[in-house]
């Protein structure tokens, strides 16, 4: 009835492997403050294991120039002003249009019916 493969068990078990991996590290290095990175683990697993692939899109891009910025300059109190560049880059440009074309035909069905009364042989 249910098939599991290990991808999907490794994704469930992800939580579980992070908290682990989190009191492992903590308790045998006592670095507690950067160890918590491991629970990145959670939301990384589905494409760490392939069930998911991975879409380079315009608020990663974000995440990664907030993250490079505030490493370099240290300015992790101001450096947040980036993530308003998100909501402001989708009022403007939005989802492409072949987007949303194809969204419209997945879902909209066509049914023909033949309304032909003549029979031909």
């Not at 995440?63 to 910025?69: D, E, F, L, M, S």
Request: positive net charge.
């Amino acid at each position: 009835m249910f098939q599991y493969n290990w991808q999907k068990r490794v994704v469930a078990a992800s939580l579980f492997i992070s908290l682990f991996a989190f009191l492992l590290i903590g308790y045998l290095t006592d670095t507690w403050h950067p160890t918590w990175l491991v629970f990145l683990f959670v939301p990384l697993a589905p494409f760490i294991v392939g069930l998911k692939k991975f879409k380079f899109t315009f608020p990663i891009a974000m995440v990664i120039a907030y993250v490079t910025i505030s490493t370099f300059t240290g300015w992790w109190d101001k450096a947040w002003i980036v993530f308003l560049l998100i909501p402001i880059y989708q009022i403007l440009f939005g989802p492409s249009f072949s987007d949303s074309v194809k969204k419209t035909i997945k879902k909209s069905t066509v049914y023909t019916v033949n309304m032909d009364d003549d029979v031909q042989e």
